[in-house]
C-alpha cells in the first residue's frame, strides 16, 4: 500500500470519526501514521515503530509514541522467569482442543481471547478452557475492527461479549482501536496487545519461518500472540510444540496473564 494511498485513507477515516483520532500501522514497513481531528483540521505524525522483523514475525517495542497513544496498555511483563502465551479468535473446533492437549503435554498455562459470537455458538469449548486453568479476556463478540466504527458501537459489540465472557482482560481485534476506544475501554478493562506477532495467520509465510521469527529472542516477560483458528491452524501447530520445548529449555514457565 502507498502512502498516499494510506493518507487518504486516514483523512476519511479522522473526518469521519467523531472520536478524534486514530493510527494506522502498514505492517511491512513499520511505519505509523497517527492523526487526529481538531477544529476540523486533520494533524498527522508519520512515525517509525521501534520493531524487529525476523523471518516474518515481529518483535514490537512500543515506545514513548505508541504509549501515549495506547495509554493503560500492557505490551509485555516484567517477569524474566515466565512467557505469556495468547490465543485470539476461538473457541474454535478441531483447533481449541488441540491446543489444549498440547499445553497439558507441557504443563503450560495460556490466555485465551475469544469472540463472542464463537462461545455462544461452542459453550462446552469454553468451558473446557477455563476448567483446564487457563484465562480468558474479551475479543469483542463478532471481530470489530476498532477504526471502522464509532466508540459507542465498538463498545456495544465487546459488551454483547461480555454477557457471556467474564474476564478483565480485553484484546483489541487486529490491534486496530482509536485512542478514545482505547481510553474508554480502559475504564473496565485492562487491555492487552503483545510484543511478539507470530503473523500464524499468514499462509503466505512456511510454518518453520513463521516459527524461527517466533523463538528468535524469546525471553522472560514476552507476550506472545498466537491464534485459535483454523486459518492459523497449519502455522500454529508447527510453532507451539517447539515454542513450548524452547520455553522449557530455556527454564521458562508459561503462565496466565494476571494483572
Same mark, same amino acid.
Given at each position: 500500500?502507498? +502512502?498516499?494511498?494510506?493518507?487518504?485513507?486516514?483523512?476519511?477515516?479522522?473526518? !469521519?470519526?467523531? %472520536?478524534?483520532?486514530?493510527?494506522?500501522?502498514?505492517?511491512?514497513?513499520? @511505519?505509523? @501514521?497517527?492523526?487526529?481531528?481538531?477544529?476540523?483540521?486533520?494533524?498527522?505524525? +508519520?512515525?517509525?515503530?521501534? %520493531?524487529?522483523? #525476523?523471518?516474518?514475525?515481529?518483535?514490537?517495542?512500543?515506545?514513548? +509514541?505508541?504509549?501515549?497513544?495506547?495509554?493503560?496498555?500492557?505490551?509485555?511483563? /516484567? $517477569?524474566?522467569?515466565? *512467557?505469556?502465551?495468547?490465543? $485470539?479468535?476461538?473457541?474454535?473446533?478441531?483447533?481449541?482442543?488441540?491446543?489444549?492437549?498440547?499445553?497439558?503435554? =507441557?504443563?503450560?498455562?495460556?490466555?485465551?481471547?475469544?469472540?463472542?459470537?464463537?462461545?455462544?455458538?461452542?459453550?462446552?469449548?469454553? &468451558?473446557? *478452557?477455563?476448567?483446564?486453568?487457563?484465562?480468558?479476556?474479551?475479543?469483542?463478540?463478532?471481530?470489530?475492527?476498532?477504526?471502522?466504527?464509532?466508540?459507542? &458501537?465498538?463498545?456495544? /459489540?465487546?459488551?454483547?461479549?461480555? /454477557?457471556?465472557?467474564?474476564?478483565?482482560?480485553?484484546?483489541?481485534? =487486529?490491534? &486496530? @482501536?482509536?485512542? #478514545?476506544?482505547?481510553?474508554?475501554?480502559?475504564?473496565?478493562?485492562? @487491555?492487552?496487545?503483545?510484543?511478539?506477532?507470530?503473523? $500464524? =495467520?499468514?499462509?503466505?509465510? #512456511?510454518?518453520?519461518?513463521?516459527?524461527?521469527?517466533?523463538?528468535?529472542?524469546?525471553?522472560?516477560?514476552?507476550? +506472545? !500472540?498466537?491464534? /485459535?483458528?483454523?486459518?492459523?491452524?497449519?502455522?500454529?501447530?508447527?510453532?507451539?510444540?517447539?515454542?513450548?520445548?524452547?520455553?522449557?529449555?530455556?527454564?521458562?514457565? %508459561?503462565?496466565?496473564?494476571?494483572?
Amino acid at each position: 500500500m502507498m +502512502i498516499v494511498d494510506v493518507l487518504i485513507v486516514a483523512i476519511s477515516l479522522a473526518l !469521519s470519526m467523531p %472520536c478524534g483520532g486514530g493510527v494506522i500501522y502498514i505492517m511491512h514497513t513499520k @511505519i505509523v @501514521i497517527f492523526f487526529y481531528l481538531r477544529k476540523k483540521r486533520v494533524t498527522f505524525a +508519520i512515525r517509525k515503530v521501534k %520493531c524487529k522483523e #525476523s523471518e516474518n514475525s515481529m518483535r514490537v517495542n512500543p515506545g514513548k +509514541i505508541l504509549n501515549w497513544m495506547f495509554p493503560n496498555v500492557v505490551w509485555q511483563i /516484567d $517477569d524474566p522467569e515466565g *512467557i505469556y502465551l495468547t490465543f $485470539d479468535d476461538g473457541p474454535t473446533p478441531g483447533v481449541t482442543e488441540w491446543i489444549l492437549q498440547t499445553l497439558d503435554r =507441557y504443563d503450560a498455562k495460556a490466555t485465551f481471547f475469544v469472540l463472542g459470537k464463537n462461545v455462544e455458538q461452542y459453550p462446552d469449548l469454553y &468451558r473446557m *478452557i477455563i476448567e483446564r486453568g487457563h484465562k480468558v479476556g474479551n475479543h469483542t463478540y463478532s471481530h470489530q475492527k476498532g477504526l471502522t466504527m464509532s466508540t459507542e &458501537r465498538y463498545l456495544e /459489540d465487546i459488551d454483547l461479549a461480555a /454477557d457471556m465472557v467474564h474476564s478483565e482482560l480485553f484484546r483489541p481485534p =487486529y490491534a &486496530r @482501536i482509536t485512542r #478514545s476506544q482505547v481510553l474508554a475501554v480502559a475504564k473496565r478493562y485492562r @487491555i492487552v496487545m503483545w510484543n511478539v506477532l507470530s503473523r $500464524d =495467520y499468514n499462509r503466505n509465510i #512456511s510454518p518453520k519461518r513463521c516459527l524461527l521469527g517466533t523463538i528468535r529472542g524469546l525471553k522472560g516477560g514476552d507476550i +506472545i !500472540s498466537l491464534h /485459535d483458528s483454523a486459518k492459523s491452524f497449519r502455522n500454529m501447530s508447527y510453532v507451539l510444540p517447539a515454542l513450548l520445548r524452547m520455553a522449557r529449555e530455556k527454564g521458562l514457565e %508459561c503462565k496466565i496473564l494476571e494483572l
